[in-house]
């Protein structure tokens, strides 16, 4: 291998963490949502603007974003992030200590602000750091090691915040105790963000000049919203981005909740040792925290597990067939949520997580080839387009909230429709590159 190689590898497995990092720290808003109801006492409906709060920062810093990349370039764009990640993780003990649900989603929103930048920065990063060839193989790699994160980072809030406190059986007889209990728990969580955080900011501050080297200056892209809003492929990529990223959250948000129904699996949640096709894992625990941590592991899980095999599926089938497939995969199954009850519909939401898997990195590399803006405008509208974690979660749950979960599907349903649409034309659009893989046998 020579130092040129090597230098790539080491500046691609430090970008790497930075997808586990975000991954973790998304998706501990699950396992938040089923708390904020019991500390807060709120109806689904308000306690999911943890997810408004957290996703509507891409559509506020994610054109930002791309500025800053191009004038900054890409270590100095991370670091800039990160900090604003662990101040925002900061934030939450001031809230819990005030008991403040607003100031806790001002947390949310910062955090959501910094992670944004950082994915605006960190995508489009690791397509560049080896063969074009190899781009979208490369960049669902990356995101394998985000399910990584996003598996970790729900289970270990579910046995955080999920357990004891609030969600204990003797809770009824101090809740003002009980709600301290809970609340020092999701102080916990987000501390230990903080510190992870942290220690990942200096790690990357001192791979900053291997970064560079490693990778094609971003600061010499031009940044243009115009040239964004020429592309019809930057604007078909963003609605896949915001339908994908919505369905995802959407099914993900409520999970918790849904799997507790007594039309679904109640009964074996209240129940440690039941046998059933769906506990290939025997939790312990409350109910709330052993259905948060079949979403870790099964949702979650199958997303990291399809995004390590789409990883090498990506290199024997194009993008675009591929996604198509998965897409279809991922609207029959909810078709399925919608028409049953017991076993059949959790096993067919929580299966929804695999065929997620290659979703968002192939979207975001097929239209990249695509597009006609440059690569840095391109991944700001991509990433600005997450905003859709904001908007179909709170669709999906006014509609669950009436009593309709499973009426509910229809909306992530429709999403991985639309994708099946955008995977469909893009396998008959001429692709423009930059750089990016030539679209053949990835």
């Not at 394998?144 to 007889?173: D, E, I, K, Q, R």
Request: aromatic share 10%; hydrophobic share 55%; glycine share 10%.
């Amino acid at each position: 291998m020579t130092d040129s190689n090597r230098g790539s590898l080491i500046a691609f497995i430090s970008v790497t963490l930075l997808f586990f990092a975000w991954g973790f720290i998304t998706n501990l808003i699950d396992p938040l949502i089923p708390a904020v109801m019991q500390v807060f006492g709120l109806k689904m409906e308000d306690a999911v603007y943890t997810q408004f709060a957290f996703f509507i920062a891409y559509g506020v810093f994610s054109l930002p974003g791309g500025m800053i990349v191009a004038k900054l370039g890409y270590s100095r764009t991370i670091v800039i992030a990160l900090l604003a990640m662990a101040l925002a993780c900061l934030i939450f003990p001031l809230a819990t200590h005030l008991r403040t649900y607003g100031l806790m989603l001002v947390a949310l929103f910062i955090l959501g602000g910094g992670i944004t930048v950082l994915q605006v920065a960190a995508n489009p990063l690791s397509a560049a750091l080896g063969d074009p060839k190899t781009s979208h193989s490369r960049l669902v790699l990356s995101q394998a090691f985000n399910s990584l994160g996003t598996v970790l980072g729900p289970f270990l809030g579910a046995t955080l915040m999920l357990s004891g406190g609030m969600f204990a059986a003797s809770a009824a007889g101090d809740m003002e105790a009980a709600r301290s209990a809970s609340l020092k728990k999701i102080d916990t969580a987000f501390l230990m963000c903080a510190a992870m955080i942290t220690l990942l900011m200096v790690f990357m501050w001192s791979q900053s000049r291997r970064i560079a080297a490693s990778a094609p200056p971003a600061q010499s892209e031009k940044f243009s919203i115009g040239s964004a809003l020429k592309s019809k492929w930057a604007l078909f990529g963003g609605l896949g981005i915001f339908v994908y990223v919505g369905a995802e959250v959407a099914i993900a948000s409520v999970m918790i909740t849904f799997l507790q129904r007594s039309d679904v699996i109640a009964h074996l949640l209240a129940e440690p040792g039941q046998t059933s096709m769906l506990f290939f894992f025997d939790f312990d625990g409350e109910p709330a925290e052993r259905a948060g941590k079949m979403l870790a592991t099964m949702y979650w899980g199958g997303a990291m597990v399809g995004r390590f095999a789409g990883s090498w599926l990506l290199r024997q089938i194009k993008a675009p067939t591929l996604l198509a497939i998965f897409a279809a995969i991922a609207t029959a199954l909810c078709l399925v949520v919608s028409q049953s009850t017991g076993e059949l519909s959790a096993y067919a939401a929580l299966s929804v997580g695999l065929v997620n898997s290659i979703m968002f990195p192939a979207i975001f590399t097929i239209t990249l080839e695509r597009s006609t803006a440059s690569v840095a405008t391109t991944s700001g509208v991509l990433c600005m387009s997450i905003v859709g974690g904001a908007f179909i979660p709170k669709l999906f749950a006014e509609v669950a909230s009436g009593g309709h979960f499973h009426v509910a599907y229809f909306v992530p349903m429709v999403c991985y429709a639309l994708i099946v649409a955008f995977a469909i034309a893009a396998s008959r659009a001429r692709i423009i590159s930059h750089g990016m893989a030539p679209g053949t046998g990835h």
